[in-house]
């Protein structure tokens, strides 16, 4: 069985690739759960909700990448966090217009909670008004 730091850095990396649920669930529990305080993410409550969103992100900004800057777990807690910056053009259909040719990026933490070498529960930690307004989506 994988340690909870590599099963999180190969769903984080799955996740903001844009593989969807489809290539996150492995290292998730079935219920697992999700949270942040954006309102652009507001309605999501489970992880499978939010990988399907990434997916879906990449849409409309086609070049969206991460840029990892910290990677560490707490294994006493059983969770692992990652600070990283997402950065991207829209160039793509979706979005609330027409391809605006704005670029992004934008400074966000998962927060990936273990249970039985499983992710139980996700918090982001992002602002996606500031996101919003660079993408002149807002």
Known sequence: MRDILEQARLFFEACETGQGWEGCEEYCQPDATFSAQAAALADIETIQGYADWMKNLLTPIPDGHYELKFFAADEERA????????????????????????????????????????????????????????????
Do not use: R
């Open 79 to 138: 969770c692992v966090a990652a600070f990283a910056v997402f950065h991207g053009t829209q160039t793509g259909p979706g979005g609330p217009g027409e391809p605006s040719g704005k670029t992004i990026a934008a400074d966000y933490v998962y927060a990936m909670q273990f249970d039985d070498g499983l992710i139980q529960h996700m918090t982001k930690i992002w602002n996606d008004t500031i996101s919003l307004q660079q993408l002149g989506w807002a």
